[in-house]
C-alpha cells in the first residue's frame, strides 16, 4: 500500500504543481464549478467538457452519454484531450460529456501542504471509509446538476477510474450497480481492508435488472508484488475470473493484463482502451 500512495502522491504533486502555475492551461470548451455535498459537507471541485464529433453532429433531441472519472485534479485534461481525439472523427458516437471530480484548491495554503490536503481527501473519499458518502455525492448532488445542465442520457453513464478509483469503481459496482451503465476499473486497489470486495463478491447476488452492461479490469503486468507490496495482478484477475463465474445476465465482464506496464504508465492507455472496450467510446 506504501508504494501505490507514494506513486500516487508524485503524481498528483506533478500535475498539481502545472495545475496552480501562475498561467494554467486552458482546455477549450471546459467548465468548472465547485459543489459542495449535502452529505459530508465537502467541496468538490468538477471540471466537465461536452465533446462533439464534426462528422455526425448531434441531431436534435440528442441526449448525451456521460463519462464519470475520479481524480479529476490528475486525469482530467488527458482524458479530456484523448477522448476528444476519439470523438471528433467519430461517425458513430455524435458526443459525450465527460466530468472529472477533483478538489479545488485552497489558496491560502502552501503548494506542498495542498497537495497533502487534496490527497488525504481522496484516500478517504475512495476507500471504504468514505466511499458511501462520496457515492451519494455523486448520485444526489453531482448527477442532478449536470442532468439540470445538459440534456444527458440517464441510462448510458460510465464510472471510470485508476488505483484507489479502481477500487471505488468496484465498490460502486458491488453497492449500487444500478448507478451506472458501464464500470471500468484500472489498476483497482484490491487490497483495501484486507480484500474486502473479493470477499463481499462472494454474496453479490443482484436483480438482473439492475445489472450494469459491461465491466473491464484492468492491470500492468509490471504491478506485480515484488514491485507494489500487493499482488495487484492476482487480484484484479481473481475479481473478473469470479464474477464471470458469476454469470450474471446482461453483464459483460473483461480482464485485460497490459504488458510492460507499470502502475502509472499504465494510465493512459488503460482508460483509453478501457472506455473503448466497455463502450463509452467508439
Given at each position: 500500500m506504501k508504494l501505490i500512495v507514494t506513486a500516487a502522491l508524485l503524481l498528483c504533486v506533478a500535475v498539481d504543481a502545472w495545475s496552480q502555475s501562475p498561467a494554467p492551461v486552458h482546455?477549450?470548451?471546459?467548465?468548472?464549478f465547485v459543489i459542495t455535498a449535502k452529505k459530508n459537507e465537502t467541496p468538490y471541485q468538477i471540471d466537465l467538457i461536452r465533446l462533439g464529433s464534426v462528422v455526425a453532429p448531434a441531431s436534435e433531441g440528442y441526449r448525451l452519454?456521460?463519462?464519470?472519472?475520479?481524480?479529476?485534479?490528475t486525469l482530467f485534461a488527458m482524458v479530456a484531450q484523448m477522448v476528444g481525439n476519439i470523438v471528433s472523427f467519430s461517425n458513430r458516437l455524435p458526443a459525450v460529456l465527460v466530468v472529472a471530480i477533483g478538489y479545488p484548491a485552497?489558496?491560502?495554503?502552501?503548494?506542498?501542504?495542498?497537495?497533502?490536503?487534496?490527497?488525504?481527501?481522496?484516500?478517504?473519499?475512495?476507500?471504504?471509509?468514505?466511499?458511501?458518502n462520496f457515492l451519494a455525492f455523486i448520485e444526489d448532488d453531482l448527477k442532478p446538476?449536470?442532468?439540470?445542465?445538459?440534456a444527458v442520457d440517464p441510462g448510458e453513464q460510465t464510472l471510470a477510474g485508476h488505483s484507489l478509483g479502481g477500487f471505488f469503481s468496484v465498490y460502486t459496482f458491488l453497492n449500487r450497480p444500478h448507478a451506472f451503465k458501464r464500470y471500468m476499473a484500472a489498476s483497482p486497489s484490491l487490497f483495501v481492508n484486507d480484500h474486502?470486495?473479493?470477499?463481499?463478491?462472494?454474496?453479490f447476488a443482484p436483480r438482473p435488472s439492475l445489472m450494469a452492461s459491461r465491466m473491464l479490469i484492468s492491470v500492468g503486468g509490471l504491478e506485480t508484488k515484488a514491485r507494489?507490496?500487493?499482488?495487484?495482478?492476482g487480484d484484479a484477475r481473481s475479481f473478473a475470473d469470479a464474477l464471470q463465474r458469476k454469470d450474471v445476465s446482461g453483464l459483460d465482464v473483461t480482464f485485460h493484463l497490459f504488458e510492460d506496464e507499470d502502475h502509472l504508465s499504465v494510465i493512459p492507455g488503460a482508460l483509453m482502451r478501457g472506455l473503448r472496450a466497455v463502450g463509452s467510446l467508439p
Open positions: 482546455i477549450d470548451g471546459a467548465q468548472r452519454p456521460v463519462i464519470y472519472l475520479t481524480d479529476g485534479n485552497d489558496p491560502a495554503m502552501k503548494l506542498g501542504d495542498d497537495i497533502t490536503r487534496k490527497q488525504a481527501l481522496r484516500t478517504r473519499d475512495l476507500s471504504p471509509a468514505g466511499a458511501e446538476f449536470i442532468a439540470g445542465r445538459f474486502a470486495p473479493l470477499k463481499q463478491l462472494e454474496t507494489m507490496g500487493q499482488d495487484m495482478i
